[in-house]
């Protein structure tokens, strides 16, 4: 199983960026599909966005499409999104997912074998 350390949470005023990273443990994160989902509070647990092993394929929500960018280093093993524009209504603890053995667009959060413990993202109005 892959361990996953989440970073770059915090607080930010609505319109601002953030960069969140995802450092992963074990030979298997760089063979199969990772993710981000996002869990607001009394809500289920929400894809955000997923890459393909290689990194040359991405996908997104709907919510989130023009604003994320999700993007990964094999060589660091290293997951990333960089949220730009950020509103009030995507703040939520973030987590990221690797071992991803689905199908694209890998937005099935059972489709992951491993995950990280999450980072807070608030966004304020």
């Known amino acids: 199983q892959v361990q996953l350390v989440e970073s770059g949470g915090g607080l930010v005023q609505a319109g601002g960026s953030l960069r969140l990273s995802c450092a992963a443990s074990?030979?298997?994160?760089?063979?199969?599909?990772a993710g981000w989902f996002r869990q607001a509070p009394g809500k289920e647990r929400e894809f955000v966005a997923a890459?393909?092993?290689?990194?040359?394929?991405?996908y997104y929500a709907g919510s989130v499409k023009g604003r994320f960018t999700i993007s990964r280093d094999n060589a660091k093993n290293t997951l990333y999104v960089q949220m730009n524009s950020l509103k009030p209504e995507d703040t939520a603890v973030y987590y990221c997912?690797?071992?991803?053995?689905?199908?694209?667009?890998?937005?099935?959060?059972?489709?992951?074998?491993?995950w990280g413990q999450g980072t807070q993202v608030t966004v304020s109005s």
């Open positions: 890459i393909s092993w290689t990194g040359g394929a991405t």
């Open positions: 074990g030979r298997t994160f760089s063979s199969y599909a």
């Open positions: 997912a690797a071992e991803g053995r689905g199908r694209p667009p890998y937005s099935d959060r059972l489709g992951y074998g491993s």
